[in-house]
């Protein structure tokens, strides 16, 4: 379960924006002001926690990850993220924090709301101290998704680690689009750690969540129909990536991430007499989806890649 909850954050996105209009985008207790009893703590109205994920599966205990602060950065209050052991449980869970009431843990984006808007950004206010601030990676992500009548489809979205900050820090996040359509919903995640053992006492503070502006995708779709990986699925975890481009794509670097976000193949720039078709080998890598982002010299690439 607890890998389940770490896929969720940094899903590597890619493509590009065009921002226009910078006037902020309200989300519903974007500014974390509103708390209401919810099983046995405080929540904030609106957005899930850790706690309502064990809810969703049988387990309503409560863990205190996410509480309410009056360190804030405006109004007063904020979401405070900890991570906290829970012994009945037996182990150690992040702090989580994210738009909507339905934490599905099965569903490729979880959480989220009615949404139908193309920010350009998404931007919040944040700090992270304590314990290992430095050691372990805190996350944010936003996803807009729209519903196709069997499943929710990628339009855009965008994920960042969050350096330690001592004091409250703006972050303009911005979105990268895959599609031109209009989304119908937006999801959006906080997270204190994505280790699979996070470090107890290390707070993230989260603030005055907003979406801005007006996005207008500039995506070359040729790009990425340009680019192919075969055998897909691969039922050894190996892959050749090809394309029709210039011959340097065939040197681009690229990187391969698991469901967790985690890096697992890494393969800097090839040297420059390299030609032909690349080999990315996940042999060795457990059952799954895998995402794969090719740094071009014309923009990023992203390929899904499954082992079954």
């Given at each position: 379960?607890?890998?389940?909850?770490v896929?969720?954050?940094?899903?590597?996105?890619?493509?590009?924006?065009?921002?226009?209009?910078?006037?902020?985008?309200?989300?519903?207790?974007?500014?974390?002001?509103?708390?209401?009893?919810?099983g046995?703590?405080?929540a904030p109205?609106?957005?899930?926690?850790?706690?309502?994920?064990?809810?969703?599966?049988?387990?309503?205990?409560?863990?205190?990850?996410?509480?309410?602060?009056?360190?804030?950065?405006?109004?007063?209050?904020?979401?405070q993220?900890?991570?906290?052991?829970?012994?009945?449980?037996?182990?150690t869970?992040?702090?989580?924090?994210?738009i909507?009431?339905?934490?599905?843990?099965?569903?490729?984006?979880?959480g989220?709301?009615?949404?139908?808007?193309?920010?350009?950004?998404?931007?919040?206010?944040?700090?992270?101290?304590?314990?290992?601030?430095?050691?372990?990676?805190?996350?944010?992500?936003?996803?807009?998704?729209?519903?196709?009548?069997?499943?929710?489809?990628?339009?855009?979205?965008?994920?960042?680690?969050?350096?330690?900050?001592?004091?409250?820090?703006?972050?303009?996040?911005?979105?990268?689009?895959?599609?031109?359509?209009?989304?119908?919903?937006?999801?959006?995640?906080?997270?204190?750690?994505?280790?699979?053992?996070p470090t107890?006492?290390?707070?993230?503070?989260?603030?005055?969540?907003?979406?801005?502006?007006?996005?207008?995708?500039?995506?070359?779709?040729?790009r990425?129909?340009?680019?192919?990986?075969?055998?897909?699925?691969?039922?050894?975890?190996?892959?050749?990536?090809?394309?029709?481009?210039?011959?340097?794509?065939?040197?681009?670097?690229?990187?391969?991430?698991?469901?967790?976000?985690?890096?697992?193949?890494?393969?800097?720039?090839?040297a420059?007499?390299?030609?032909?078709?690349?080999?990315?080998?996940?042999?060795?890598?457990?059952?799954?989806?895998y995402?794969?982002?090719?740094?071009?010299?014309?923009?990023?690439?992203?390929?899904?890649?499954?082992?079954?």
């Amino acid at each position: 379960m607890k890998n389940k909850l770490v896929r969720l954050c940094l899903v590597v996105l890619s493509g590009l924006t065009a921002a226009s209009a910078a006037s902020a985008q309200t989300l519903p207790n974007g500014n974390l002001e509103t708390w209401a009893n919810r099983g046995a703590a405080l929540a904030p109205t609106g957005w899930f926690t850790f706690d309502d994920i064990l809810s969703s599966i049988g387990f309503p205990l409560p863990t205190g990850t996410t509480t309410r602060t009056t360190d804030k950065h405006g109004g007063t209050y904020a979401a405070q993220l900890e991570a906290k052991t829970n012994a009945l449980l037996g182990a150690t869970f992040p702090g989580v924090l994210g738009i909507g009431s339905n934490p599905n843990l099965d569903a490729d984006f979880p959480g989220g709301i009615p949404f139908t808007a193309r920010p350009a950004n998404m931007q919040f206010y944040y700090k992270l101290t304590g314990t290992a601030a430095a050691n372990e990676t805190a996350g944010a992500q936003v996803v807009l998704t729209k519903w196709n009548g069997t499943e929710a489809e990628l339009v855009g979205g965008a994920a960042i680690e969050l350096a330690p900050a001592a004091g409250y820090t703006l972050v303009t996040l911005p979105l990268d689009y895959i599609s031109s359509v209009a989304p119908d919903s937006i999801r959006i995640l906080f997270v204190s750690s994505t280790a699979e053992e996070p470090t107890v006492g290390r707070l993230l503070f989260i603030d005055d969540v907003v979406m801005s502006g007006t996005a207008t995708p500039t995506r070359d779709a040729e790009r990425n129909a340009a680019v192919s990986v075969y055998p897909n699925p691969s039922a050894d975890g190996l892959f050749l990536l090809t394309h029709t481009k210039q011959a340097s794509w065939s040197r681009a670097a690229f990187t391969v991430t698991d469901a967790t976000g985690r890096v697992v193949l890494r393969q800097p720039e090839a040297a420059a007499n390299s030609f032909g078709p690349r080999r990315v080998d996940l042999r060795g890598q457990k059952a799954g989806m895998y995402t794969l982002l090719l740094d071009t010299p014309d923009g990023p690439v992203v390929q899904k890649l499954l082992i079954p």
